[in-house]
């Protein structure tokens, strides 16, 4: 009986927070292709690597639920295609993103070069308080590497970007990627640097946070109605 009820929890306790999210953040997966985008993403949706992955056409999505300090997020996820063909088309989803993880190949320096026009083109179509963290991905082909840890992570301090070396073959760092920005974010609605409400802020309140919403907003209309005031 006790096996029973754990388990009845267990199943509550899933569907409470697949369904039923704190908060809802729109993320962007930006950066040159070929830099391992959508494996960072299916490592972290799926977690394993993906194979065979080939040039994204446009946009793809994916969504995962987390728990951040205690909250549950469910993160909606648009990996763009680094291809300059699409570039019109990836431009019309960064409109109101809270949260982007723009990255480049350490094997590459050429993805490193780019990295100052996908920032401007970033803070330009997105919200103006994106909380960006840049990722160095391919990290496991240190041997190829052409840039280094520490003149991205220079870069990062002067551009206002948190920073990680990720591998999306291995999962070294992926998780902490998308968690870290997402804490970031929840930390920011927290203090009141980010206001949920704003039109554009790529952050949603989740059915959770609404129902609590109501009910604090009916509580507070009975207790007007009680004081009469
Ligand atoms: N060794 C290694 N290879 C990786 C890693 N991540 C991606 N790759 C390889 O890099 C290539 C490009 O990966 P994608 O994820 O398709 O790159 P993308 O950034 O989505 O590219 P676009 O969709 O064209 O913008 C593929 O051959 C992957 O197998 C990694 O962390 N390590
Ligand atoms: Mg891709």
């Known amino acids: ?19 039923f999210p704190d908060f809802l953040f729109k993320f962007l997966v930006i950066g040159s292709a070929g830099t391992g985008k959508s494996c960072l993403l299916h490592q972290f949706i799926e977690t394993k690597f993906k194979q065979d992955s080939n040039h994204t056409i446009g946009v793809e999505f994916g969504s995962r ?6 909250k549950t997020v469910k993160l909606q996820i648009w990996d763009t295609a680094g291809q300059e063909r699409f570039r019109s088309v990836t431009r019309s989803y960064y409109r109101g993103a809270a949260g982007a993880l723009l990255v480049y190949d350490i094997t590459s320096r050429e993805t490193y070069n780019a990295l100052t026009n996908w920032l401007t083109d970033t803070r330009t179509l997105a919200s103006p308080n994106i909380v960006i963290i840049l990722c160095g991905n391919k990290k496991d082909l240190d041997a190829d590497r ?11 301090q002067e551009n206002d970007l948190m920073f990680l070396e990720t591998s999306a073959l291995t999962g070294e760092n992926v998780e902490e990627a998308f968690l870290k920005t997402a804490r970031t974010i929840l930390n920011k609605i927290e203090s009141g640097e980010l206001d949920p409400e704003r039109m554009g802020s790529g952050i949603q309140y989740g059915d959770a946070s609404l129902r609590q919403q109501r009910q604090h907003r009916g509580s507070t209309a009975q207790t007007k109605q009680q004081c009469n005031c």
Not at 146 to 156: D, H, I, N, W
């Open 1 to 19: 009986r006790a096996a029973v009820s754990v388990l009845w929890c267990g199943i509550h306790l899933c569907f409470s927070l697949v369904f």
């Open 65 to 70: 639920v987390v728990n951040v300090g205690g």
């Open 146 to 156: 052409e840039v280094t840890f520490l003149e991205a992570s220079r870069f990062a």
